[in-house]
């Protein structure tokens, strides 16, 4: 069965420094992948969207690879703040061609330190 | 304001005691679906609705219901809750093809069933 899979441990990360987080999938062969944040107890907010031809796509200080051969995408924000405390989760799909569902990672919940 | 709308907020009911969950969207998408989020499971979807009339399952739809009689509206039915079903429910809509594919969360429906 498809798997999704992010790092459960959460990331802590000094204020003004990079972080990076990763998106694995098997079994599956997504057409894009999303990228959504969540602050507790709210719905996740889109972020980001790469499709399966693009090797990068940035919005700001966000920044997404995707590369289909490893099955693996790549999440970064640079000159993180506190505010970019959160849970970010990807969610790679067919799109609405095929399965119509959306399949979510369990998300890794990022806390950057002042 | 764009926005999904859920109701109620919170809920605290006994098993066997059917409930429903409204969700509303006020952006005419065709696209709506509904999730539960539990601790170190992730999001899963239960039931989509690809326009009025259409509904299909998800990853997790038994013991739910759904329907899609409008287009804006796609309520969350539990005919008979079981403490099993206690979770954290979001409602989401999208636009469809043609688009980013960016899900729009509803605030989220915490369900308690004792």
């Known amino acids: 069965s498809q798997k999704i899979e992010q790092n459960s441990e959460a990331l802590n990360i000094q204020e003004g420094k990079t972080a990076t987080l990763t998106c694995n999938y098997t079994n599956y062969s997504p057409a894009y992948l999303q990228w959504y944040r969540q602050d507790p107890g709210r719905g996740p907010v889109f972020l980001l969207l790469i499709r399966e031809n693009e090797k990068e796509k940035r919005k700001e200080r966000l920044k997404v690879t995707f590369d289909t051969t490893l099955k693996q995408s790549l999440f970064h924000i640079t000159a993180s703040q506190p505010a970019d405390s959160a849970t970010y989760l990807c969610a790679p799909s067919r799109g609405f061609s095929g399965t119509y569902k959306y399949i979510f990672g369990t998300g890794t919940r990022l806390k950057v330190l002042a | 304001e764009a926005q999904v709308t859920q109701n109620p907020r919170y809920l605290i009911t006994v098993t066997g005691k059917k409930l429903t969950v409204t969700c509303s969207q006020n952006?005419?998408?065709?696209?709506m679906s509904w999730y539960r989020q539990d601790p170190g499971l992730g999001l899963r979807q239960i039931y989509y609705s690809m326009n009025v009339e259409v509904t299909d399952k998800g990853d997790v739809p038994e013991g739910y219901k759904v329907s899609r009689k409008e287009k804006r509206n796609f309520p969350l039915i539990l005919e008979s809750p079981s403490p099993n079903q206690t979770s954290l429910y979001f409602c989401?809509?999208?636009?469809?093809?043609?688009?980013?594919?960016?899900?729009?969360f509803g605030p989220g429906t915490r369900l308690t069933v004792t």
């Open positions: 989401a809509s999208t636009r469809g093809s043609g688009s980013s594919y960016e899900q729009y």
């Open positions: 952006m005419n998408h065709e696209y």
